[in-house]
Structures are given as C-alpha cells and as structure tokens.
C-alpha cells in the first residue's frame, strides 16, 4: 500500500497519528454497537444514520486510495477466486445444516423485497468492515494480523446471536484473508449475499431468530 501509515512498523502503536487512527477505529465501532443495542424506533434510526455518516467521512477524508479501500473494479481473478469459493462455502453450509438437522424447523424464508434490502445492506456491512476497519487495522497491525482482528470485531457485532456469532466468525475470515489478497469489496458483498440468504434458508428461524443480533435477537418472539 502506497499511501497507508504503517506505525507499527515504523514508529509504534501508540504515536499521535496511531492514536488518532485507534480513536476512529473505536468510535465507529462505538456507534455500531450503540445502533445494534437500540431498542428498534426513531434513536435506533439516528444511531444507525450516525454511523453511517460517521464511517462515509472518515473513508473518504482517509489516507487510503480507492484500490486501497477495495472500491475498484474487481479483477476476472478476484471475482473468479472469491465467488467460487463462496459457492462452494454456501454448499456446504447447506450440507452442513442438514446433516445437523438444523433445518428440522420451519426457516426464514425472506420475500425479494427482503433479499435486496439484505443484499444492499451485505455490501455496506463490506464497506464497513474492509474500507473502514480492515485498513486501519492493517495500518497499524500488519495485514495478516488486521485479518484476525478484523474477524474478532465481525463477529462480536453478531452476539448474542450464537449462530451467527460463530458463522460470522469462519465468515469474516474468509472475508478479510480475499479483501487482503484480492483488495476488492464488490465479490465479498456478492458473497455475503449469498452466504448470508442461504443461511436464512438452512438454519431453522427457531435458532436463526430471523438472523438478529444485538437487542434485536433477545426481543425476538
């Protein structure tokens, strides 16, 4: 990366600028949390336009290119690779779910209305957790280390959701190791789409709770 700061390599964690890039880093995870934890009205709304607000300035106010953030036209090989791995991640989970029985239960079968709302909001969650934590992250850690950070914040943003919690998990892995290969977000949302819908139609909403987390899952009836 031509224009990311690299204090961890250079002049340490904790330098103003690191400190300055932590900061971000805790603030828009912050403002996540708090939109999660929200009971559903016009303050979960304000919460979630916040946080969105407050991740599209700092990306584009950032250091970070376009190529950096991975909002480029993607490659034949990274939409190859990434896709077709996806594919056969979504098989198996769907293999998986019925061997485990996890789909003895009627499922959340989502209307196409629902899908797209689902697919926009997978590519923004991409958005969010490569263009604004996985650079940062890298920034200061290293990419192979932002991968496992990244994943840890990816999925601690699914609790108390336990399924989720844990697909989410395996998921941001893989998310995070191609974004760091590939540097590209569009192929990782496509992904998420199809990841996230097979879920929906693999998992008893009995477990699933309509794939909530936060406050959401815990008032889930």
């Given at each position: 990366?031509?224009?990311?700061?690299?204090?961890?390599?250079?002049?340490?964690?904790?330098?103003?600028?690191?400190?300055?890039?932590?900061?971000?880093?805790?603030?828009?995870?912050?403002?996540?949390?708090?939109?999660?934890?929200?009971?559903?009205?016009?303050?979960?709304?304000?919460?979630?336009?916040?946080?969105?607000?407050?991740?599209?300035?700092?990306?584009?106010?950032?250091?970070?290119?376009?190529?950096?953030?991975?909002?480029?036209?993607?490659?034949?090989?990274?939409?190859?690779?990434?896709?077709?791995?996806?594919?056969?991640?979504?098989?198996?989970?769907?293999?998986f779910a019925a061997?485990?029985?996890?789909?003895?239960?009627?499922?959340?079968?989502?209307?196409?209305?629902?899908?797209?709302?689902?697919?926009?909001?997978?590519?923004?969650?991409?958005?969010?957790?490569?263009?604004?934590?996985?650079?940062?992250?890298?920034?200061?850690?290293?990419?192979?280390?932002?991968?496992?950070?990244?994943?840890?914040?990816?999925?601690?943003?699914?609790?108390?959701?336990?399924?989720?919690?844990?697909?989410?998990?395996?998921?941001?892995?893989?998310?995070?190791?191609?974004?760091?290969?590939?540097?590209?977000?569009?192929?990782?949302?496509?992904?998420?789409?199809?990841?996230?819908?097979?879920?929906?139609?693999?998992?008893?909403?009995?477990l699933l709770h309509?794939?909530?987390?936060?406050?959401g899952y815990l008032?889930?009836?």
């Amino acid at each position: 990366m031509s224009s990311a700061f690299y204090p961890s390599a250079k002049q340490g964690l904790f330098t103003r600028p690191a400190l300055a890039i932590w900061l971000q880093i805790a603030f828009g995870y912050g403002l996540l949390e708090a939109a999660l934890w929200t009971p559903q009205g016009r303050l979960d709304l304000a919460w979630m336009i916040l946080t969105a607000g407050f991740i599209i300035v700092m990306a584009s106010r950032g250091p970070y290119s376009l190529r950096e953030m991975g909002v480029t036209i993607p490659s034949a090989k990274a939409i190859t690779w990434i896709v077709g791995a996806g594919l056969i991640l979504a098989i198996a989970l769907w293999l998986f779910a019925a061997l485990m029985g996890a789909d003895a239960g009627p499922t959340h079968a989502m209307p196409l209305r629902t899908a797209w709302q689902y697919a926009i909001w997978a590519f923004l969650q991409q958005f969010m957790l490569q263009s604004f934590f996985f650079v940062r992250l890298e920034s200061l850690l290293g990419s192979r280390r932002a991968v496992l950070v990244t994943t840890v914040l990816f999925a601690a943003a699914h609790i108390p959701n336990p399924i989720l919690t844990i697909g989410s998990f395996l998921a941001g892995l893989f998310f995070c190791e191609m974004f760091r290969r590939y540097r590209n977000i569009f192929p990782l949302g496509v992904v998420h789409v199809i990841l996230g819908l097979t879920m929906a139609a693999s998992v008893s909403d009995a477990l699933l709770h309509h794939m909530r987390v936060g406050i959401g899952y815990l008032e889930f009836h």
